[in-house]
């Protein structure tokens, strides 16, 4: 079985401030990482996964996350946010074998301010 | 092309009573999975099928039950409702078996309220 904790449910900043949501897992097994962002009354859409290969991880909307295996963290990062990137986020893993069910950290919203 | 569709995106039931969701995956995507997300928490998996297979369940009550048509299409149903129950429900689609295939689509979602 795995388990995703998201240790910060709210995290401030403002406008063209870095980020960082953290993001760590445990698990018996192999798994891939993936975070999703949810704006209000909307469904998940994927930011960025770790499958295989470089740890560094770029995704969509300036995005980009970092798989530590030593450390089973997968921090997500933005060097500078906007206004429009107040959203929940939402860190998940799925095992390498047995299908793609995903298990959902409780999430993380970041709250841009002027 | 179209993304995951469900519907209704909205409905009230009473204690007691029976709903049932639908969800239509991303044309070409054998597997749907369902999941859900009460309010301030993570989604929660509940079902997945692949080609009209169940091939996991999560750790729901029998009250919730699912299937998956020949067209991929699927149906959450969920009898005897508890306020408990009320929830977002997501949909999700995806391939399987292939590396690619991890990444899922999710739809809008139905919002579910039990009074």
């Known amino acids: 079985a795995q388990s995703v904790t998201q240790l910060d449910s709210q995290v401030p900043v403002f406008e063209e401030a870095p980020v960082e949501l953290r993001c760590n897992y445990s698990s018996s097994v192999s798994v891939y990482l993936f975070w999703y962002v949810q704006y209000p009354n909307q469904g998940l859409q994927l930011l960025l996964k770790y499958l295989s290969g470089s740890t560094l991880v770029k995704g969509i909307n300036g995005f980009e996350a970092e798989f530590n295996k030593s450390q089973t963290s997968f921090h997500l990062r933005k060097p500078s946010v906007h206004i429009s990137d107040t959203a929940e986020y939402f860190c998940?893993?799925?095992?390498?074998?047995?299908?793609?069910?995903?298990?959902f950290g409780t999430g993380t919203q970041l709250k841009v301010e002027l | 092309d179209a993304g995951v569709t469900q519907s209704p995106t909205h409905l009230i039931k009473t204690r007691g009573q029976h709903v049932t969701l639908r969800c239509s995956p991303i044309s070409g995507h054998k597997s749907v999975s369902w999941y859900q997300q009460v309010l301030g928490q993570g989604p929660q998996f509940i079902f997945q099928?692949?080609?009209?297979?169940?091939?996991g369940r999560g750790n729901f009550p029998d009250r919730f039950s699912a299937r998956q048509f020949p067209n991929y299409s699927s149906e959450l149903n969920v009898n005897a409702l508890l306020l408990g129950d009320s929830a977002l429900y997501l949909c999700?689609?995806?391939?399987?078996?292939?590396?690619?295939?991890?990444?899922?689509?999710f739809g809008p979602g139905t919002r579910l309220t039990v009074t």
């Open positions: 998940a893993v799925s095992e390498r074998r047995g299908g793609n069910k995903l298990t």
């Open positions: 999700a689609s995806g391939g399987l078996g292939q590396v690619s295939s991890y990444e899922q689509y």
């Open positions: 099928y692949y080609e009209k297979e169940e091939r």
